[in-house]
């Protein structure tokens, strides 16, 4: 499957920006069934690209001019369900069992998870699915595994994080996965967020929220322990007051959006970032 993705992310600041420093893990590699046709970031400022600890292509941005407004865009096209080279395992697998305060399964998580174990991981993922439902809105960015839990409620980065909590309770490596899922009716507007475990020597993609196991749909961008080493922008700035955000999301199969559409949704975005800061 050949999709087209475009991704804009807006901010708004109330106050001028003296300042702005971001890691962008906005670029998808090559392998684990998917390959890289062309890919650009588009930015008003200095990027920097290296690979991180994880093996992900990342990017610094640095911006140090005053600035009220900041648009990063990226576009490109990524073929999926293709064999290819095996990204190089630069982490020591061991260190995917590490707990994380994100991830961390309290008594709870731990006696749900005790019922499976590595030959059983689908099962898992489908009674985890039903017992935490999806709501947007329900938690935070901060919200940890335990916590959305015991909510039983929660969105892709909480079924990700209760997953790899309850994965490495039964002593089976689990990373965080960012990236970009292709529906029909194209109504994931934002990115996503699943799980891959190690299991009989290869890792094994499931997306908890979809209660699917990952395929040609899913484009990954960035793996870690959880959100925070493997979130798509994380960053911090100096000055700027009160800040505004809005992000869209375009996965198509071979469409690009036109010029028309491409104007249309970068004024929806900076209307969005702007009620965003009411």
């Not at 994100?102 to 019922?115: E, G, I, V």
């Not at 439902?133 to 839990?149: N, R, S």
């Not at 475990?197 to 890792?203: E, G």
């Not at 959006?257 to 104007?263: D, E, I, L």
Request: some cysteine.
């Amino acid at each position: 499957m050949r999709l087209s993705i475009e991704h804009q992310t807006q901010y708004v600041y109330s106050e001028p920006v003296t300042y702005t420093i971001q890691q962008l893990r906005l670029s998808p590699l090559n392998g684990l069934g998917q390959h890289v046709k062309h890919w650009e970031i588009r930015v008003n400022g200095q990027l920097d690209r290296y690979i991180d600890t994880y093996g992900n292509l990342t990017h610094t941005l640095v911006i140090d001019q005053p600035h009220d407004s900041l648009l990063i865009s990226v576009a490109g096209e990524v073929e999926t369900g293709v064999g290819g080279l095996i990204p190089r395992q630069s982490v020591p697998l061991p260190f995917f069992l590490r707990d994380t305060d994100l991830t961390r399964a309290d008594k709870s998580m731990a006696a749900f998870a005790n019922q499976f174990d590595a030959k059983s991981l689908e099962s898992m993922m489908h009674a985890l699915r039903d017992k935490m439902e999806y709501i947007k809105g329900a938690t935070q960015v901060d919200t940890t595994a335990a916590q959305a839990f015991e909510l039983e409620q929660g969105v892709c980065q909480d079924h990700a994080h209760a997953f790899i909590g309850c994965c490495r309770h039964i002593g089976v490596p689990a990373r965080y996965v960012s990236g970009y899922l292709f529906t029909e009716d194209g109504s994931l507007m934002q990115t996503h967020a699943w799980v891959e475990a190690w299991v009989n020597d290869v890792w094994l993609g499931m997306d908890v929220s979809n209660g699917t196991m990952v395929d040609e749909t899913h484009v990954r961008l960035a793996t870690g322990l959880d959100y925070r080493s493997a979130s798509p922008v994380s960053g911090m700035r100096n000055g700027g007051g009160i800040e505004g955000m809005s992000s869209s999301v375009m996965v198509n199969q071979q469409q690009k959006m036109t010029m028309a559409q491409r104007k249309l949704n970068a004024k929806t975005l900076l209307q969005q970032a702007q009620a965003a800061q009411q």
